[in-house]
């Protein structure tokens, strides 16, 4: 048997599909990473503000996460804007209705329908009135 005939047989066993496909999600994760495919964006105050600038509404209040990788915005009239950095780029959202929770250095923000995943970061700071008034209702 040649050692191309045993490489076949052995890819046709179990262990050998288990391996081959670790090895193609290794190359696969390995390209990604040379390709730069992480999350480059990031949001601060400026970029919340635009986006609400964006939609046509002013900002009253800004919240951003520890790592910018999410906030929240108040915006007139109880609604919100939240946005999440996805990849490259950001995905907000504007509400009239969200359910707020403030934890212990953490902020949850869920929307009634499910179009759009609830929202969870982590705080730099306290959570500031304005959110715990939302999180009352």
Known sequence: MSVSERLLAFLQTEPGVLAASALLVAFMVLVAALLGFRQTERLDEAA?????????????????????????VRLPQGKVLVARVMADGVSARVADAARVRVGKGRVSVAFA?????????????????????????
């Open 113 to 137: 329908d499910i179009g759009y995943p609830p929202l969870s970061f982590r705080l730099k700071q306290d959570a500031p009135a304005w959110l715990s008034d939302l999180a009352r209702g």
């Open 48 to 72: 919340m503000r635009a986006l609400a600038a964006a939609e046509g509404l002013s900002a009253e209040a800004v919240l951003v996460s520890a790592r910018g990788e999410a906030g929240v």
